[in-house]
């Protein structure tokens, strides 16, 4: 299994068919690899499976998966967003899975009707805030993080340095308006799964840290650290 774990290339909104996706995706993987903490490899990697990934789910249907995201993270898929029914939560595990660079798979879909444009532009807002603070922390290498928004809960994906940097990056992201919890996918680059839970003052809920060593062997869902 890989050590390094860092964030997902951006998803195309819209899905791009043949050569021209491959180059794009190619291309984009290869600036994003040259800052962050992690393989051309893998920079590749997970720009090539999140491209498969949401073209199939817009493929079966563009309305059942319209609302559905996928990152992508040394093959670590994580999909967040919204369906309609419990056959379509499946289903659109069941898509990420065939991807052969798919390792794992966070199902972070809930089952509720359409946000609408409203709902979305303000998890887009807090998405872009999150990413401002960490970008102005001096302590987070923020490129090497992905940040993700779903009815105000952050996810973060992506590879720490050290425990310390992904407490503060989490800590960061919790006091950001509008977010109601943070969610953590994010590997230390040392191995180790487990960082101790700041004191916050405010801002989102901060919670113990389950196990987050995304062992594939593990009986049950994957499940990531919360704050």
């Known amino acids: 299994m890989r050590t390094q774990f860092a964030a997902a290339a951006i998803v195309l909104a819209m899905p791009l068919c043949g050569c021209a996706a491959a180059a794009l995706g190619t291309a984009g993987a290869v600036?994003?690899?040259?800052?962050?903490?992690?393989?051309?490899?893998?920079?590749?990697?997970?720009?090539?499976?999140?491209?498969?990934?949401k073209s199939k789910l817009l493929s079966e249907s563009a309305n059942r998966f319209g609302e559905v995201?996928?990152?992508?993270?040394?093959g670590l898929v994580l999909l967040s967003g919204r369906v309609d029914t419990p056959e379509d939560r499946v289903k659109a595990e069941g898509i990420a899975w065939t991807s052969p660079l798919t390792r794992d798979v966070a199902n972070e879909i809930r089952i509720e009707p359409a946000g609408g444009f409203l709902a979305n532009v303000s998890d887009e807002l807090i998405t872009a805030r999150v990413r401002s603070r960490l970008v102005g922390s001096s302590s987070v290498k923020s490129v090497n993080f992905n940040i993700e928004t779903y009815n105000g809960?952050?996810?973060?994906?992506?590879?720490?340095?050290?425990?310390?940097?992904?407490?503060?990056?989490?800590e960061e992201a919790s006091v950001v308006g509008g977010v109601k919890q943070v969610v953590s996918y994010v590997r230390v680059r040392d191995?180790?799964?487990?960082?101790?839970?700041?004191?916050?003052q405010g801002g989102a809920s901060y919670q113990s840290a389950p196990d987050t060593s995304y062992d594939t062997s593990a009986d049950g869902e994957l499940i990531g650290a919360s704050y």
């Open 31 to 53: 600036g994003v690899a040259a800052v962050q903490d992690k393989s051309l490899g893998e920079a590749v990697d997970d720009a090539t499976a999140s491209n498969q990934i």
């Open 191 to 200: 191995g180790r799964s487990q960082q101790a839970a700041p004191t916050l």
């Open 153 to 170: 809960v952050v996810y973060l994906m992506g590879i720490a340095r050290s425990a310390e940097e992904l407490k503060r990056a989490a």
């Open 69 to 74: 995201d996928v990152e992508v993270t040394s």
